[in-house]
C-alpha cells in the first residue's frame, strides 16, 4: 500500500510558477512510477506528466517546456515544477503511484493504482 499526500497548491499570476510535492507513504516508493494529473472545472481528469522508477520523464505537449517533474527518493517525493503558468493551468492536480512496468510512458488513469487527494492551482490575473 501508498498513500500520497500533495501540497504546495495556490493562487498565483500569470508568469509565475509553483511547486507542487507528493509525499509517499511507505519504503519501496522508489519502485514506483509516478504520474502528475489534473482536472478543471467541467472537464475529464488528464495526464500532466509522469517519472518512472528509474527517473526517465515524459510530459504533455501542453506543458512540454513549462513544466519539470524530479524525484528524491531518499525522502519518498516527486515533485513538481510550474513555470510560466497560464490561466489555463487553473485545476486541481493529483499524484499517482503504479508499481506497473509495461507501457512506459504510464499516461492513463486507470493504470494507476493509488492517488493523492489533489491540490488545487489557480492561475489568474
Known amino acids: 500500500q501508498v498513500q500520497l499526500v500533495e501540497s504546495g497548491g495556490g493562487t498565483v499570476q500569470p508568469g509565475e510558477s509553483l511547486r507542487l510535492s507528493c509525499v509517499a507513504s511507505?519504503?519501496?516508493?522508489?519502485?514506483?512510477?509516478v504520474g502528475w494529473f489534473r482536472q478543471a472545472p467541467g472537464k475529464e481528469r488528464e495526464f500532466v506528466t509522469a517519472?518512472?522508477?528509474?527517473?526517465?520523464?515524459f510530459y504533455a505537449d501542453s506543458v512540454k517546456g513549462r513544466f519539470t517533474i524530479s524525484r528524491d527518493n531518499a525522502k519518498n517525493t516527486v515533485l513538481l515544477q510550474m513555470n510560466s503558468l497560464k490561466p489555463e493551468d487553473t485545476a486541481d492536480y493529483s499524484c499517482?503511484?503504479?508499481?506497473?512496468?509495461?507501457?512506459?510512458?504510464?499516461?492513463?488513469?486507470?493504470?494507476?493504482?493509488?492517488w493523492g487527494q489533489g491540490t488545487q492551482v489557480t492561475v489568474s490575473s
Open positions: 517519472i518512472n522508477w528509474s527517473g526517465s520523464t
Open positions: 511507505g519504503s519501496l516508493f522508489r519502485f514506483y512510477n
Open positions: 499517482a503511484a503504479t508499481a506497473r512496468r509495461a507501457g512506459w510512458p504510464i499516461r492513463r488513469e486507470y493504470d494507476y493504482d493509488y
